[in-house]
């Protein structure tokens, strides 16, 4: 009886745990389907280099516009995987900076379900992505680790690295 209560007592500490744990990567802003990708993002909490990036670049209101878009979206983390010196570099540099984001945007939405049927896809910026699915699912190298979460405008795809176009 013991064993029954402990384990009772951890699903329901799972279950008032869970929507904490699960508003990560847009959760909160995907049940209500009205924001689009950039409203998305912001609310996510994890993507507020990307989002500095877009409006760096410009690109704000074309993320806001009426789509559908896929975003590959790279976390806080995937940016600061790069060299502040070259991250500085990128963000200076508005067409360069406008080439990387678009290359993470492939126009209409492509779920996830879509995406592992696919070995590669064109991008916004005019080069193509590479989509791996033998190990999980890759794009350009950089492991998917959320999809789906849909706003009004598209779909965002969480991915843990900033894949960079041939420049």
Do not use: C, W
Request: without cysteine; proline residues 4%; glycine residues 8%.
């Amino acid at each position: 009886m013991i064993l029954s209560r402990t384990i009772l007592f951890s699903l329901v500490l799972a279950l008032v745990a869970a929507p904490s744990i699960s508003g990560s990567y847009g959760d909160k802003a995907a049940a209500t389907p009205k924001a689009d990708i950039v409203d998305t993002a912001v609310a996510a909490g994890d993507f507020g280099t990307l989002v500095a990036a877009v409006q760096a670049a410009g690109l704000v209101e074309t993320l806001k516009g009426e789509g559908p878009f896929t975003v590959f979206a790279p976390t806080d983390a995937a940016f600061a995987a790069i060299p502040k010196a070259d991250l500085d570099a990128l963000l200076a540099d508005k067409e360069q900076l406008t080439a990387v984001l678009t290359y993470h945007v492939v126009p209409g939405k492509v779920m996830a379900s879509d995406v592992v049927t696919l070995a590669s896809a064109t991008t916004v910026q005019g080069q193509s992505i590479a989509i791996d699915t033998a190990d999980g699912v890759q794009v350009n190298g950089a492991n998917v680790v959320k999809t789906d979460i849909v706003t009004s405008n598209g779909v965002i795809h969480v991915i843990d690295a900033v894949i960079l176009p041939k420049l």
